[in-house]
Structure formats: structure tokens, C-alpha cells
């Protein structure tokens, strides 16, 4: 069974920093996309950050210049280091892995709550 595990989030002042981390376990599977999502209440779930295995990278227009994607495939990790937060930030963030299997299979995590106040 694959499990994600985020962490990272938490309550931070306009201008500041969070790195969000997702750790995936239980396949023996490669990943082929990593990705961030965000989703307010009652709204759409947004895909925010995307990097696939070849290295590809994706970002919403807001996230551009601020936010950074990387991954450690040895670790099965996603990272998202958010700076220069505002409150538009504010969010539950979700991380998404599709498997390299022949199904490329999709798994969530349980999300993170980032809150930009001060």
C-alpha cells in the first residue's frame, strides 16, 4: 500500500518561508510525476508545482519566482520551498505522485494546512 506522508506546513508571516516535504513508501515502483496541489474551502483543488522524473518542471503563474520543486528519488521525496508567502497562500497543500507502472497510478496525500497571518 503506498503511503505519502507530508509535512512542513504550519502558520507563518507574510514574507516568510515554509518547505513542505512528501515522502513516498510501500512501492516498489518508480515514480514518474511529482507535484503540489492546493486546494481553500469550497474551491478547486490547483495544481501548484509539478516535476516529472526526466526533470520537467511546472508552476502556477503565482508560484513562479517564489516557490521551488525539487525531488530525491533515492528518498521518494517531493520538497516545495515556498518563500515570500502571502496570504493568497493560505491553503491546504497536497502532494500527488503518478507511479511508472503500467496503470501510472495516482496517490494523494492527506494534505497540510499553510497559513500566511500575522
Known amino acids: 500500500q503506498v503511503r505519502l506522508v507530508e509535512s512542513g506546513g504550519g502558520l507563518v508571516q507574510p514574507g516568510g518561508s515554509l518547505r513542505l516535504s512528501c515522502a513516498a513508501s510501500g512501492s516498489n515502483f518508480g515514480i514518474s510525476t511529482m507535484a503540489w496541489y492546493r486546494q481553500a474551502p469550497g474551491e478547486e483543488r490547483e495544481l501548484v508545482a509539478s516535476?516529472?522524473?526526466?526533470?520537467?518542471?511546472e508552476y502556477i503563474d503565482s508560484a513562479k519566482g517564489r516557490f521551488t520543486i525539487s525531488r530525491d528519488n533515492y528518498k521518494k521525496t517531493v520538497y516545495l520551498q515556498m518563500n515570500s508567502l502571502n496570504a493568497e497562500d493560505t491553503d491546504v497543500y497536497y502532494c500527488k505522485i503518478k507511479l511508472s507502472d503500467h496503470y501510472s497510478r495516482v496517490y494523494w496525500g492527506r494534505g497540510t494546512q499553510v497559513t500566511v497571518s500575522s
Open positions: 516535476i516529472a522524473s526526466g526533470g520537467r518542471i
